[in-house]
């Protein structure tokens, strides 16, 4: 330790959370203030699984940090050990921004219904068709009401169509001895929408709202939290309510709000600090903001990263705003250089939309009269987007690339 580099930060460190696994999205709190409606509603159509009957399908709506996984994680524990003793359902929970394609998602659940590890179902190398009806003779084999839960719901229908919601909507038809209820949950309010009139007619049994937090229930979050998680004394005053009007400004966003706190916290003990001030707040939420957005941009898809760089180059070469056409063209030279088949401009200007709505561009629609309407695109995301693009493996061919001087409308 004396050499190590470590040494220096270790020292000046001041010590101010006690439990730093309580400030983590991941934690699970013995109580869930302000959602005990939600959780009385859930309980009340599951609750039959405890008898051997099949309960109602769900989907749980709700924006991001409203407590959807939460409940349902609460719900799952207090299911098991209600039936601890009867043995008469199963809880399975499916994350599907991890687990997103057909095979994934059947496999998860068939090695979750089944105790017996030789018998599980390989990650690859068996058909579809083989690990779906693996997964249905282990779940028949059960004799259980089994309620599975498909977090992120929503994600199957960007990479997979609704064939494996069908398959696990219909498999009751087929199954002697056991039951499966659904339960879904997704941010997109809209996601019913998109389903097959056959998936939609199915699922469409009990439809649950989260409403967003407001300021005092995420101030009230927070202080559970942070009795368990800090070393008494070690917040001012101002710095919960802080973090929960941030957050109540970013559509009520519990996560948002312990993201706060506990990078807050973290600034403020790498300082040295003795005490976590709204300054530190403030700190974080300019950090978080970027990070925020480099994160999403390395989860984009590749035509929508080239269509970013298209909109930076352009930048970089003075055009600090450009039409749809402007950038269409870096996008084609671009898509050229990197050996891949462009998209149509239409399909363009939805990803220009798709970044706005992210923020990381600003492309407003204005008309230019005779000429028609388009969308004029200005660059907002920090210079740090523009190094995640440039060591993306994707972007290697364009080490060497300068954009001709183009001549925009504006």
């Known amino acids: ?48 699984a405890l008898k051997g009957d099949k309960p109602s399908n769900i989907m749980i709506f709700g924006k991001a940090g409203t407590g959807k996984t939460a409940v349902m994680t609460f719900i799952g524990n207090e299911l098991q050990k209600a039936d601890a003793a009867t043995s008469n359902c199963e809880y399975i929970y499916i994350n599907c921004e991890v687990v997103d394609t057909h095979y994934g998602i059947l496999s998860g659940i068939g090695n979750q219904s089944q105790t017996d590890f030789e018998k599980r179902i390989p990650y690859t190398g068996w058909s579809t068709e083989k690990v779906y009806m693996e ?106 309510p802080l973090c929960a009007a941030i957050a109540a400004q970013d559509n009520g966003d519990a996560r948002r709000a312990l993201d706060l706190l506990r990078v807050a916290a973290d600034i403020a003990e790498r300082n040295g600090d003795t005490l976590i001030t709204e300054a530190h707040v403030k700190n974080a939420k300019n950090k978080i903001e970027v990070d925020a957005v480099v994160e999403t941009v390395k989860t984009l898809p590749p035509h929508s990263k080239i269509v970013l760089m298209s909109i930076i180059k352009n930048t970089e070469d003075g055009n600090k705003t450009m039409t749809t056409g402007d950038m269409y063209s870096t996008y084609k030279e671009i898509t050229e250089i990197l050996g891949l088949n462009c998209v149509s401009q239409r399909r363009v200007a939805d990803l220009i ?41 994707l972007m290697i061919p364009l080490k060497t690339y300068r954009n001709p001087k183009q001549t925009t409308l504006m």
């Open 353 to 393: 939309s798709e970044l706005d709505m992210l923020g990381i561009v600003h492309a407003p629609v204005r008309s230019f009269g005779r000429a028609g309407r388009t969308r004029v695109i200005e660059l907002s995301a920090p210079k740090d987007v523009h190094d995640v693009l440039e060591a993306d493996e």
């Open 1 to 48: 330790m004396e050499n190590s580099i470590f040494k220096q930060y270790l020292e000046r460190r001041n010590t101010l959370v006690k439990n730093r696994n309580i400030l983590q999205t991941s934690y699970n709190p013995d109580q869930l203030p302000h959602r005990s409606d939600e959780i009385d509603q859930i309980a009340s159509i599951l609750a039959g």
């Open 135 to 240: 997964m249905k003779n282990y779940i028949d084999s059960q004799s259980k009401v089994f309620i599975i839960v498909l977090d992120e719901i929503d994600r199957l229908l960007n990479k997979n169509s609704d064939d494996v919601l069908y398959h696990l909507l219909a498999i009751n038809d087929f199954l002697k001895n056991s039951k499966v209820s659904l339960v879904g949950i997704s941010n997109n309010l809209k996601f019913m929408e998109f389903l097959d009139s056959r998936v939609h007619s199915r699922f469409g049994e009990e439809k649950i709202i989260f409403p967003p937090y407001k300021t005092k229930q995420l101030e009230d979050i927070l202080k559970e939290r942070a009795k368990l998680a800090f070393e008494p004394e070690a917040i001012e005053f101002g710095v919960i």
